[in-house]
C-alpha cells in the first residue's frame, strides 16, 4: 500500500477514530468500544453512539476495520491490515508531535 497516499487521506486521525482503531487490537462491538475508551482515558473521553456507528460505518467500507462475527445482533469488529498501517501512521506522526513539543518547550512541570 502507498503509505503516502493513506496519509493524505486518513490523517490525522480524530480522537474518536484514533481510540476506535486502537480498540479493535481486540475484537469488540460498537458498546464494548465506548466502554473501553471510557475506561483507558478515565473518563475524559466518552463516545457517543452517532459517532461510534458513523466511524464504524465509515472505517468497514474503507477497509480499515472488519466485522469478525455477530452476537445477539451485535457486530463484532476488529482492525484491519489496512487499518494497523493507519494507525502506525499516526503513532508515527503524534511521536514526531510530542518530541518537537518536549524539545522546544522542555520539561514543564
Not at 461510534?52 to 480499515?64: A, C, I, V
Not at 469488529?77 to 494497523?84: A, C, F, H, P, Q
Not at 511521536?95 to 524539545?103: D, R, T, V
Request: charged share 30%.
Amino acid at each position: 500500500m502507498d503509505t503516502e497516499k493513506l496519509q493524505k487521506k486518513y490523517l490525522p486521525l480524530t480522537e474518536a477514530a484514533y481510540y476506535v482503531l486502537i480498540s479493535l487490537n481486540k475484537p469488540r462491538h460498537g458498546y464494548r468500544i465506548m466502554l473501553y475508551v471510557k475506561e483507558i482515558t478515565n473518563g475524559r473521553i466518552n463516545i457517543g453512539a452517532g459517532t461510534m456507528y458513523g466511524n464504524l460505518s465509515r472505517m468497514e467500507k474503507e477497509g480499515l476495520i472488519n466485522t469478525v462475527a455477530e452476537e445477539d445482533r451485535k457486530k463484532i469488529y476488529e482492525i484491519s491490515e489496512k487499518g494497523k498501517i493507519i494507525l502506525k501512521l499516526e503513532l508515527a506522526r503524534l511521536e514526531e508531535l510530542l518530541s518537537h513539543g518536549k524539545s522546544e518547550m522542555g520539561d514543564l512541570k
